[in-house]
């Protein structure tokens, strides 16, 4: 035997609008499987009535949806239904995933492709810089080498000179002394003159 509490229904306004949302009771049947073998059933109305058979997808799919819970036994049509409605869906889902990985497959090769085409223009881009500066740096090196050979030719002027400078200085401390000793010997001779000729003067004094 089944016991059901008895709640009261709270008293509810109805009005046109709301009759046409209002869905009808539904009532147990017993399944034969014993006292906890109920299964929920629609009303009595024809099952093939589209307006049911409306009713039952809605709610079936508010289930799929986990907008609704099952707190109730279903009836054989509504569970056909609703594994029915779980395959489609699960085919939907599993068809959705293929599609997402071929589109994300699709992208990683395109990332990969477009990685390798960057990495190419990196490459192409860094070799067009590695050849200009080879360039510059030959530039520079026979630069060098130009500034090189001149300083080369300035040191050997440089030591030309030196040399030339200390043969010049050794010739002005040569003529120097050497104009040293003839002046010494003309102010020596210049003395002598002067010596002799107040000798002669003395000697004209004499004789007169």
Known sequence: ELSLPIVPSPEVELDAAGLDHLIPAF???????GTNGFTLLGNQADPGDLSHQMK???NLFDIVSSNSEIDHPLCE?????LIEMIDQQLKLTEDELHDYSQFL???QNENHLE?????????KSLRTEEDR????????QEEEKAVLNEYDAQ???RDRLELEEERYWK????????????????????CELAYAKNQLDKLKKTNV
């Open 27 to 33: 009532h147990l049947d017993d399944s034969g499987n």
């Open 56 to 58: 039952i997808t809605a």
């Open 77 to 81: 049509e509504c569970t056909d239904t």
């Open 105 to 107: 497959k699709k992208l």
């Open 115 to 123: 990685s390798i085409e960057a990495l190419q223009d990196e490459l």
């Open 133 to 140: 500066l080879m360039y510059e740096l030959k530039a520079l």
């Open 155 to 157: 040191e050997a002027i």
């Open 171 to 190: 010739e002005y401390s040569k003529h120097r002394n050497e104009f040293i000793l003839v002046e010494d010997e003309h102010r020596s001779v210049q």
